[in-house]
Each structure stands twice: as C-alpha cells, then as structure tokens.
C-alpha cells in the first residue's frame, strides 16, 4: 500500500531501519518497529537532535511493505500544503507526523493538530510524532496539545558516539555503492560539526565529486574536494 504524502513531497528510499545505527536507541528502534505493524501503544511521540526523519519514514516504509493505510505530514514543509491536508486521516491505520516544533505559535495549525489528536484517539489510529525536544518545550501555545502528547510513550533518542558515527558514516556510503575508510571518515568528523545531517550532506557531496573524478574517497581527495588546507 502507497504511503499518502503531500503533493509534491516523498520519502526517502534509504530512509529504512536497515540503514539506521542504533547506538544506545535498541529499546526505541524495536517499539516504533512493532509500531509500523500496527502493535503497541496509540501514541509515540519521539525527540532528539538528529535520526528521527530517517527513523520516521522508515516506519512508513515497513508499514506500507505491511499492507497498512498510513500517512506521512512532515510539518517543517508545511509551506507547501495546508491544515486541511489533516483532515480524514483518522480513516487511516497509522499517522506519522514530522518536527511538530514547525507549527509551534501558529495557532490554526495547533488548533488543528489537536483536533486530529482527538479524533485519532476516538478510531483508534496510531499516530507517531517527532520533535527537536520534549513536548513542554518546543514552544506551543495550545496547553491540551502540549498535554496530549505526553499521553503515549515518550522517547529521547541519543545521540551516536564517534565510534557510531563513523559506522552510520560508513552505512551510508555502503548503501550509496562506495566506500569511506576509517581514516577519512574520522577525518570529516574532526573537521566538521558531528551533527549528523551536516555530515551526509557533506558525504553525498564528496559521493557526486568521486563519481565525475573516478577517484577514492582519501583524506587527499577530501581536503581537494571540500578546499581544506
């Protein structure tokens, strides 16, 4: 079954569980996997500073591979679409919606946030939320919104350690079709800010340029590519 997303948008192919590095985040990957198939609690509501995107539209991916009727709302493009496109959904098995804190202070969308909420709740349609924090504190206005996403399971996903974020480096440039050796992906990690989104563009970016240059990615490559002395 096809996953419903605002015209326009789509998730990612690479976005699955098989590609994320767990870290210390076992107990959070199992539940949202148990979750896409339609198991465990109503409400998930999950925070943290990088993973949740990819962790996100992996459980669409699997709940689709399931046969479910799920819909996938990523809210920081919430420009390209209207509160209506949350209208209906509680027809649907599962609703994942993405970075919350985008409508934090936009009282239509939070008013409409929450009547979802309630009408989620009445079908019994799971519903998973992401945020950049807990939900007292990304800043919305709406007080029984705050309160109703602290109803399900909260969980706080940790960051990787260096150790992690070299293999989660590594991951991707396997499932890409190239390889990032040790050296240069500790390389990158020391040279630029280790969060974790800044750090796959950065290896997408050093992917293209060794395709066109036919080249390895080693530390001389990287520091040519990137302008670093």
Wanted: glycine residues 6%; proline residues 3%.
């Amino acid at each position: 079954m096809e996953v419903q997303i605002p015209l326009g948008l789509s998730l990612k192919d690479s976005a699955t569980f098989a590609n994320f590095v767990s870290g210390e985040n076992e107990v959070v990957v199992h539940s949202l996997m148990q979750c896409a198939e339609g198991k465990g609690e109503l409400l998930f509501y999950l925070w943290g500073e990088t993973g949740k995107t990819h962790l996100l539209q992996a459980v669409c991916h699997q709940a689709a591979s399931a046969g479910r009727a799920i819909s996938y709302i990523p809210l920081r493009q919430k420009e390209d679409f209207t509160v209506d496109v949350l209208q209906g959904l509680e027809s649907l098995q599962l609703i994942c919606i993405d970075d919350l804190d985008a409508i934090a202070g936009d009282q239509d969308w939070e008013l409409a946030m929450f009547s979802l909420f309630n009408r989620l709740r009445d079908s019994g349609t799971q519903m998973i939320v992401t945020a950049s924090a807990k939900p007292a504190d990304i800043g919305i206005q709406l007080p029984d919104l705050v309160s109703r996403m602290g109803w399900g399971l909260v969980f706080h996903l940790q960051s990787l350690n260096d150790e992690k974020k070299l293999q989660a480096l590594q991951l991707r440039a396997n499932t890409r079709g190239f390889e990032l050796p040790d050296d240069a992906g500790k390389y990158l990690m020391r040279r630029f800010p280790r969060d974790m989104h800044a750090l796959f563009e950065i290896l997408d970016r050093l992917d293209q340029a060794s395709m066109v240059a036919q080249r390895r990615l080693t530390i001389p490559f990287v520091k040519e590519t990137l302008g670093l002395e």
